[in-house]
């Protein structure tokens, strides 16, 4: 399968991106809200096939020595091909040219087996918190 990598967020779907992240059932917000997001950070990827966005993945970072890795999600049709190793091998490649030495995620879950194998651990010592104002 052919599919082409796009680094920046010129010219993006938002709306797509909205919708992909409903359907593999993870937080989604309005389009631009999205648009916003993606902008704002440090690090993005983008999958097309056929011109289709079929996948994406962004990072924030301090630029310095850590970042986080945020919304990553492949169309279910495109999954288990390898589009998400990609995404992934793409943010920390290019994250870790900058520099970078530490990249945390929060796992969906039943996804910890895919991180696992790009290299992820879970952080021993370590409890998830989370403060919401929505």
């Known amino acids: 399968m052919k599919i082409d990598i796009q680094k920046d967020c010129a010219g ?19 389009p631009d809200v999205h648009r916003r997001a993606f902008e704002a950070s440090h690090t993005t ?23 986080a890795i945020y919304d990553c999600a492949v169309l279910p049709e495109f999954q288990g091909k390898g589009i998400g190793t990609t995404i992934i ?8 040219a900058d520099g970078i030495e530490w990249i945390g995620l929060i ?19 370590s409890i998830p918190m989370l403060k919401t104002f929505t």
């Open 12 to 30: 993006v779907d938002w709306t797509a991106v909205s919708e992909a992240l409903k359907c593999v059932g993870m937080a989604y917000h309005e």
């Open 45 to 67: 990827v983008f999958v097309y096939h056929a011109d289709r966005l079929i996948g994406f993945g962004r990072a924030i970072s301090d630029g310095v020595y850590q970042a």
């Open 89 to 96: 091998c793409e943010l920390v490649t290019r994250l870790s």
């Open 107 to 125: 796992a969906e879950r039943g996804s910890h087996g895919f991180y696992s194998r790009l290299g992820f651990k879970k952080m021993p010592n």
